[in-house]
């Protein structure tokens, strides 16, 4: 080696050093989307903190609060796959920042509805905003998470919306002891709008786009020392979204489908349960107040947990087929088995001690769920994921429904025996029938 080549040997060894270190700002980017599930939730659940006060002020009855709640699910589901392919065409940077900060603003605009109508119509509105936010998050985890971390990263996100739940009635109550109901909507919406000029100050929509990456970050981002691995999909927003191939993929109908066993248990604990709790095992408001909450919190950990537990089975075996079906199979067997003893019990205590285990066990398959979405998307994880939610959406809408039409014409058990026989038919798909490992693009 001559004396040349030791000195550029000499002056590359720091950047070498550096370029070896990685930095950690996609950490940062999860914060970003942990607190954007945080807002989401609570923008559309803190209308029933309020409803009592609203539906006193305006005269609404029952079925006009139920119609203006079922407004926004509609909404939702129906925006879901125009969710996804703006996501998928245009970004998660630009997608995050324009639909959070309308729905922000019709947050706001709820405190100037002047009766049902205008309700149900803000409502619907607010729904079709919101419904680009998980599909667009999802797209910003796939090009910011290498497959190791898919599974922690939706657990985490996951997780912050369902402890918003939480969160929502102490500070909800606590605003409108002060300021009156309207007041809600304008601190929530401002929260909003504060996150949205931070989000498109902070993120790009891929790493190597971003200052703050360096290469060793973006190298791991990508998965190159795993053996096998592909390197990250070249960004939709250059390709045209294949809906056709997705639509007609049987693996991806087949991870809808699966989903709706999360959903369709989740609908009953977070609209029925107060209820049955009150009604069937007659404990007083202030006792179910105290009961209620534990289920909701059983299954903010359940999210996590299973977000930690396929990434640590996909560390262990290298194989996403295993990493995302082992914790759903489990989950939903699980979850399946402790239904109907929550069901049979006749101490409410008791039984909210199975519907939390249950809870528990039916949120593990969230993150793995999405993940596998992530994963089967091969490029368009906005799109796939878009439709895999808007399946099991629709189906948690129909969950309620039904279970009020057995309570009503059959018994207060019959619902439970269907919902038990669902998250069974979520395992028998996931078992045999999914293969987060094959795309849906791939027709081989």
Known sequence: MTMLDQAQATAGAPAAAKVAKR???????????????????????????????????????????????????????????????????????????????????????????????????????????????WPAATRSMQYWFPKSERGLVNGVTHSCGQFATTLVPIVAVAIMTMWGWRAVFYVFGAVGIVWAIVWYFVNRDRPEECRAVNAAEIAYIEDRTV??????????????????????????????????????????????????????????????????PLPLFAGALGVLTGGVATDFVYKRTKTLKWSRRAVCIASMLGASALMLPSAFSGDPVVTVIFLALCNFLISMSLAPSWAAAMDVAGGFSGSVSSVMNMVGQAAGSVSAIIFGALVEHVSWLAPFYVISGVMLGSALLWAFLINPERLVIDRS
């Open 23 to 133: 930095t950690g700002y996609r950490w940062v980017i999860l914060l970003m989307l942990g607190l954007m599930a945080l807002i989401t939730f609570i923008d559309r659940t803190n209308i029933s903190v309020a409803a009592p006060e609203i539906a006193r002020e305006f005269g609404f009855s029952k079925t006009q609060l139920g119609t203006i709640f079922a407004a926004f699910g509609f909404a939702y589901a129906l925006g879901q796959i125009p969710g996804g392919w703006f996501s998928d065409t245009y970004g998660a940077r630009k997608v995050l920042t324009i639909v959070v900060l309308f729905w922000s603003l019709m947050t706001m605009v709820t405190a100037h509805a002047v009766g049902f109508v205008s309700m149900v119509v803000i409502r619907f509105v607010f729904g079709i905003g919101e419904a680009s936010a």
């Open 227 to 292: 053996v096998g691995e592909a390197k990250a999909e070249a960004p939709a927003a250059e390709k045209k979204i294949p809906w056709f191939l997705i639509l007609t993929s049987k693996n991806m109908w087949f991870i809808a489908l699966a989903y709706c066993g999360y959903t369709y248990g989740s609908y009953f604990f977070w609209y029925w349960m107060p209820t049955y709790l009150m009604e069937f095992h007659h404990i007083s408001l202030v006792k179910m107040g105290a009961l209620a």
